[in-house]
């Protein structure tokens, strides 16, 4: 968890929201290629799932050193 803290200070700090010009509104569709051909949202979407993955592993192993 001492390496997961300064890593969400870095990721929720207003400096890291590079965004680029563009309309974001239209159908579902076209959100979706948007997301997927857009490297600034390609990134956060990793972040978020490299921190969703880190956070059940720690969960995990708090919960394995409990049953013991």
């Known amino acids: 968890m ?3 803290n300064p890593l969400l ?3 929720s700090s207003p400096a890291v929201a590079l965004a680029h010009p563009g309309q974001h509104s239209g159908s579902d ?3 979706f290629v948007h997301w997927l051909t857009q490297p600034d ?3 956060l979407t990793l972040a978020g799932v490299a921190v969703v993955i880190g956070l059940c ?4 192993k708090i919960a ?4 013991r």
């Open 2 to 4: 001492k390496k997961l």
């Open 64 to 67: 394995c050193k409990q049953r």
């Open 9 to 11: 200070l870095i990721f």
């Open 41 to 43: 949202h390609l990134l």
């Open 57 to 60: 592993m720690a969960v995990a």
């Open 29 to 31: 569709a076209s959100l």
